[in-house]
């Protein structure tokens, strides 16, 4: 199992029931293929450098979890497919961790 970290940009169009049900569906398909979410840490509203999609504002959301390396795939796959999400990044924090995540 390996450290990810999942940065995500929502449209700020988005309501919080829309924000969260987008989340509870990032959060079953990590469990779904054996990882284990060890934070959903919201940043909130933020303006953005430059606009994109003609927008200037996006929420972020940053998720860190532990995972097999085939996990990355299927959720990156399911963040394309799901409209509101405009912006993603997915960064591998460490190899080989060790025991649960607290």
Known sequence: ?????TLLLLSPELSADNREGILSALKAVIEREGGVLAEADHW???DLA??????MRGYYVRLEYTAPAQ???EL???IRITDGIFKFVTVKLADE?????A
């Open 1 to 5: 199992m390996r450290k990810f970290e």
């Open 71 to 73: 996990l990355v795939a």
């Open 50 to 55: 430059y606009p994109v999609r003609k927008l």
């Open 44 to 46: 909130g509203m933020r």
């Open 97 to 101: 961790v060790a025991g649960e995540v």
């Open 76 to 78: 990156e796959r399911n």
